[in-house]
């Protein structure tokens, strides 16, 4: 499949954002407020409440006194609100992604990348959905959230004092919690809207000024995403479990969303070259992007596993007590999904990408990638809802609308940026490389 490196390629390319497509996916969106809105009435009619009490004794007293805001005066509107924080929380990284791929193949000056650039160049483009959602969400939901935003918590006069909570109050406080949120998405979109245009640029005018500029932003945004991506998997996730911490946790949730959105690229691009577009792309192309999933998957394993063995084997409680929530907590609701992360996002990949020539066959790179990303959604899920509804998660009609409602408005999101511009960098000075690209 794919252009040989011998066969003369044609780069100008058009995207068209077809009317069926957009038809499609205003149906998927409408389908997941559809579910949405069903879920949340089957929630308010008393939903989760039996297997809230059911699971409030075997959560013991360390998970309750963690997670105060999951198991006591639970409302069903907390589990609406924890999925709208999980899939923002998810897409976000999958976006970010996009520019991390592009900063570093411009640091290290590849050329490989560059017939198919567009595509993760496209990803940062859906930031402002989240964010935006985010921003609402920490200031009038905060401590639906988060038990450290809970009112008095800090206070040594108030009944709800925790004094482990108030000696993390110089980071973790409601002002400046909200300034690292716009600085987070604010930094990452201004830098990624500089690349872009520059991008955008370079395709009309040539020469190498735009590429040059352009590898100065993308170390930039590096230097800034080594700080940021750290803190902001701090604020977004580990702060849920307040009382709990892992100083491997900013590596485990990079790791996290950089194998799932090298899956989402790689899914992207496969799916274009099935209908038509990016002939440039070849099979040593997919090899490299396989070899990608399949590297970064192991590398997550490998940080995924060393923070639970470190922990396993210290077996301090208050360490502890963040996998015994998700192993018999809360009547055991969690088991399921902490196992079916490690299966979909290490065993399958690594079995179904071993050998070379799956690296290079559309179809079982199809199924690699789809099995990362069902398989970090539910690394997100393991690590957000405990913390947020305790025994009252679940997978139903909200879960899957969210999912399908945000899906489909990251695709909207990356098709409306792929035909603002040829879909291959015409004047990419190492575009030649790119399209000679090829693997013995």
Same mark, same amino acid.
């Given at each position: 499949?794919?252009?040989?490196?011998?066969?003369?390629? *044609?780069?100008?390319?058009?995207?068209?954002?077809?009317?069926?497509?957009?038809?499609?996916?205003?149906?998927?969106?409408?389908?997941?407020?559809? +579910?949405?809105?069903?879920?949340?009435?089957?929630?308010?009619?008393?939903?989760?409440?039996?297997?809230?009490?059911?699971?409030?004794?075997?959560?013991?007293? $360390?998970?309750?006194?963690?997670?105060?805001?999951?198991?006591?005066?639970?409302?069903?509107?907390?589990?609406?609100?924890?999925?709208?924080?999980?899939?923002?929380?998810?897409?976000?990284?999958? =976006?970010?992604? @996009?520019?991390?791929?592009? =900063?570093?193949?411009?640091?290290?000056?590849?050329?490989?990348?560059?017939?198919?650039?567009?595509?993760?160049?496209?990803?940062?483009?859906? %930031?402002?959905?989240?964010?935006?959602?985010?921003?609402?969400?920490?200031?009038?939901?905060?401590?639906?959230?988060?038990?450290?935003?809970?009112?008095?918590?800090?206070?040594?006069?108030?009944?709800?004092?925790?004094?482990?909570?108030?000696?993390?109050?110089?980071?973790?406080?409601?002002?400046?919690? &909200?300034?690292?949120?716009?600085?987070?998405?604010?930094?990452?979109?201004?830098?990624?809207?500089?690349?872009?245009?520059?991008? +955008?640029?370079?395709?009309?005018?040539? $020469?190498?000024?735009?590429?040059?500029?352009?590898?100065?932003?993308?170390?930039?945004?590096?230097?800034?995403?080594?700080?940021? *991506? =750290?803190?902001?998997?701090?604020?977004?996730?580990?702060?849920?479990?307040?009382? !709990?911490?892992?100083?491997?946790?900013?590596?485990?949730?990079?790791?996290? !969303?950089?194998?799932?959105?090298?899956?989402?690229?790689?899914?992207?691009?496969?799916?274009?070259?099935?209908?038509?577009?990016?002939?440039?792309?070849?099979?040593?192309?997919?090899?490299?992007?396989?070899?990608?999933?399949?590297?970064?998957?192991?590398?997550?394993?490998?940080?995924?596993?060393?923070?639970?063995?470190?922990?396993?084997?210290?077996?301090?409680?208050?360490?502890?007590?963040?996998?015994?929530?998700?192993?018999?907590?809360?009547?055991?609701?969690?088991?399921?999904?902490?196992?079916?992360?490690?299966?979909?996002?290490?065993?399958?990949?690594?079995?179904?990408?071993?050998?070379?020539?799956?690296?290079?066959?559309?179809?079982? +790179?199809?199924?690699?990638?789809?099995?990362? %990303?069902? @398989?970090?959604?539910?690394?997100?899920?393991?690590?957000?809802?405990?913390?947020?509804?305790?025994?009252?998660?679940?997978?139903?009609?909200?879960?899957?609308?969210?999912?399908? &409602?945000?899906?489909?408005?990251?695709?909207?999101?990356?098709? =409306?940026?792929?035909?603002?511009?040829? %879909?291959?960098?015409?004047?990419?000075?190492? +575009?030649?490389?790119?399209?000679?690209?090829?693997?013995?």
């Amino acid at each position: 499949m794919g252009a040989h490196h011998h066969e003369v390629v *044609s780069v100008e390319e058009q995207f068209e954002f077809t009317a069926e497509s957009k038809r499609n996916l205003l149906i998927g969106m409408g389908a997941g407020i559809a +579910l949405v809105l069903l879920g949340s009435y089957l929630l308010s009619q008393g939903g989760g409440h039996d297997a809230h009490e059911a699971a409030h004794a075997a959560a013991g007293h $360390g998970a309750e006194h963690a997670h105060d805001h999951g198991d006591h005066g639970y409302h069903w509107t907390q589990r609406i609100i924890a999925n709208l924080w999980l899939n923002s929380v998810y897409f976000a990284g999958i =976006s970010i992604i @996009g520019m991390f791929f592009i =900063s570093y193949n411009y640091l290290a000056q590849a050329g490989w990348s560059a017939a198919f650039k567009r595509i993760p160049e496209a990803m940062p483009a859906f %930031l402002p959905v989240p964010a935006i959602i985010m921003i609402v969400l920490a200031v009038f939901f905060g401590d639906k959230i988060y038990h450290w935003m809970h009112e008095g918590i800090m206070d040594p006069a108030s009944a709800n004092y925790d004094a482990i909570i108030a000696g993390k109050k110089g980071f973790l406080n409601k002002p400046f919690y &909200l300034i690292r949120l716009v600085l987070y998405f604010g930094l990452w979109y201004i830098l990624w809207r500089v690349i872009r245009n520059l991008s +955008l640029q370079e395709d009309e005018i040539g $020469g190498t000024d735009n590429y040059e500029k352009s590898i100065k932003y993308g170390t930039a945004f590096l230097v800034v995403f080594a700080v940021t *991506s =750290s803190t902001s998997a701090w604020d977004f996730v580990m702060s849920i479990d307040t009382h !709990w911490f892992s100083t491997m946790f900013g590596w485990y949730t990079l790791a996290s !969303w950089h194998v799932a959105g090298l899956a989402t690229m790689t899914l992207a691009i496969v799916t274009l070259k099935e209908k038509g577009y990016l002939k440039a792309v070849n099979e040593s192309h997919l090899h490299d992007l396989g070899k990608f999933c399949f590297a970064f998957s192991i590398f997550w394993t490998y940080v995924w596993f060393a923070q639970f063995l470190l922990i396993y084997y210290a077996n301090l409680p208050e360490e502890a007590i963040y996998y015994r929530e998700r192993f018999s907590g809360y009547g055991g609701i969690y088991k399921a999904p902490f196992f079916i992360n490690v299966l979909l996002n290490f065993v399958a990949p690594f079995l179904v990408l071993m050998t070379r020539d799956s690296k290079r066959t559309p179809v079982i +790179l199809k199924i690699a990638c789809w099995s990362i %990303l069902v @398989g970090h959604y539910f690394d997100f899920y393991t690590n957000i809802m405990p913390g947020t509804v305790g025994a009252n998660a679940g997978f139903g009609a909200v879960e899957f609308g969210f999912v399908l &409602l945000f899906a489909c408005a990251f695709i909207w999101s990356i098709s =409306s940026q792929l035909t603002k511009a040829n %879909l291959i960098p015409r004047n990419h000075p190492m +575009l030649e490389e790119s399209l000679h690209h090829d693997i013995a």
